[in-house]
């Protein structure tokens, strides 16, 4: 079975700065689907970015981007310019390839944007 | 495109009575999953459909909990009886291609007295 894990409850930043959430998981697949996901207090679940762990080169997506070390298992989020809309739960989430495997969810790192 | 819709927004419901969530997903998405979120957790799947056939209910306590899909587009997922311990949010969510991503309703927050 996978998991998931997420070390840091809280994080909290400064409007214009940069931020960085863990992630790590443990998985015995070789290929498989890694996720950033957002929940804002209306609660709908927003995919921020998406990683194929065949592809070495990381994934950007605006101000978005992670740091897959695939040997790790680690997959952080970088979030460059932090605007006060970022404020949100941040999830991060993993699928294995293999048929069968579901979404997995970690446990979630609060963030908030200071003005 | 229309997103995932779900209701109602919010139930209060006494232990022991029943209720019922609906969603409706995506035109097009053939799999639909249920979510349960409680507060300060992340998701965990109670069911899985592919069109109006169950994948995966691993997770489903099948003692209170049930589910369809029928015709392969809308769903319902219903709790009988309820327990305090099912006070959670339940996320709907529907996929084209589970390796891009999963789109989510903005789920039922459900509270059990």
């Known amino acids: 079975a996978q998991t998931v894990t997420q070390s840091q409850p809280e994080m909290s930043v400064q409007e214009a700065e940069t931020v960085t959430l863990s992630c790590t998981y443990d998985?015995?697949?070789?290929?498989?689907?890694l996720f950033w996901y957002k929940q804002p207090p209306s609660r709908q679940m927003i995919l921020v970015i998406r990683?194929?762990?065949?592809?070495?080169q990381n994934a950007t997506e605006n101000r978005f981007s992670v740091n897959f070390q695939k040997a790790a298992k680690s997959f952080s989020l970088k979030i460059s310019d932090s605007q006060l809309g970022d404020t949100a739960m941040y999830f991060c989430?993993?699928?294995?390839?293999?048929?069968?495997?579901?979404?997995?969810f970690g446990e979630g790192t609060q963030l908030t944007v200071n003005p | 495109e229309a997103g995932v819709a779900q209701s109602p927004r919010y139930k209060i419901i006494e232990k022991r009575q029943s209720v019922a969530f609906w969603c409706n997903p995506i035109?097009?998405?053939?799999?639909l999953y249920w979510y349960q979120q409680i507060l300060g957790q992340g998701p965990k799947l109670l069911i899985q459909?592919?069109?109006?056939?169950?994948?995966?209910d691993s997770q489903l306590p099948k003692d209170r909990f049930s589910a369809e899909r029928l015709k392969g587009v809308d769903s319902t997922l219903k709790i009988q009886p309820a327990k305090l311990e099912d006070s959670a949010v339940y996320l709907c969510?529907?996929?084209?291609?589970?390796?891009?991503?999963?789109?989510f309703g903005s789920g039922t927050r459900l509270t059990v007295v």
């Open positions: 969510a529907s996929s084209f291609d589970r390796y891009y991503g999963y789109t």
């Open positions: 998985t015995s697949e070789s290929n498989y689907y």
């Open positions: 990683q194929e762990a065949y592809k070495q």
């Open positions: 989430a993993f699928i294995g390839a293999a048929s069968g495997s579901r979404l997995t």
């Open positions: 035109s097009g998405h053939a799999t």
């Open positions: 459909f592919q069109n109006n056939g169950v994948v995966d």
